[in-house]
């Protein structure tokens, strides 16, 4: 039986808080300003979210549990607004630059999550506190010597030109449109997202 399971397929699963269709466009008109040292990968727009709880390796006969408790929350309109600076992730040498985002809703949503999902033990929470946030671009792995025919990464390469400011345009509020589920395929170009289910939010007012 033992060695059943281990055979069990499984999946790496996250829960993100999806952004309207022109708040993705925009940041990727932002990304293709300045995200453009050698350096940085800027993360597709379809790819543009908010991670809420990031569940990761689960098997895939847990998927429809998983969705039930991801629809549990009651849905509501989550405001949010950008932050103007990207921040380097850790500050030192960075591995990725996020966009951060302002919402009292959005936290509170996180704590609902993490706490079904904890409740259901499918989910065990951070230790820091939450920050909403977009991860915007990765960094480039420096090629390190030895290996085989030279294919480990090291570490983070050095980003000469860092990303500027969000225009003012993008600090307008606006409200997140869903809550997700999502698959995560590892790929060597960088990960897949594929949406498994959700629940759609209603916007605030003046959206």
């Known amino acids: 039986m033992a060695k059943e399971r281990l055979k069990s397929p499984r999946a790496r699963l996250f829960v993100a808080l999806d952004l309207p269709v022109r708040v993705r466009d925009a940041l990727a008109a932002w990304q293709e300003r300045e995200c453009a040292d050698p350096a940085l990968r800027p993360v597709p727009a379809e ?26 929350p009651r849905p509501r309109p989550v405001p ?24 009292a809703v959005a936290i509170e949503l996180q704590r609902e999550l993490s706490d079904a999902f904890e409740a259901e033990r499918l989910y065990e929470p951070e230790k820091r506190d939450f920050w909403p946030h977009v991860t915007a671009a990765r960094v480039r792995a420096e090629r390190s010597r030895g290996g085989s025919a030279g294919r480990r990464r090291g570490r983070p390469r050095r980003v000469e030109r860092l990303p500027g400011r969000l225009p003012d345009g993008l600090r307008e509020p606006f409200s997140g449109v869903r809550v997700a589920l999502y698959r995560s395929i590892l790929k060597p170009q960088g990960a897949e997202y594929v949406s498994l289910a959700g629940v759609d939010l209603p916007s605030a007012k003046g959206d």
């Open 47 to 72: 790819a543009l979210h908010v991670t809420l709880c990031f569940l990761g390796y689960h098997p895939e006969k847990a998927i429809d549990r998983i969705a039930g408790v991801v629809a549990e």
């Open 80 to 103: 949010m607004r950008l932050v103007a600076e990207p921040v380097p992730i850790p500050k030192g040498r960075p591995r990725l630059y996020a966009v951060g985002a302002e919402s």
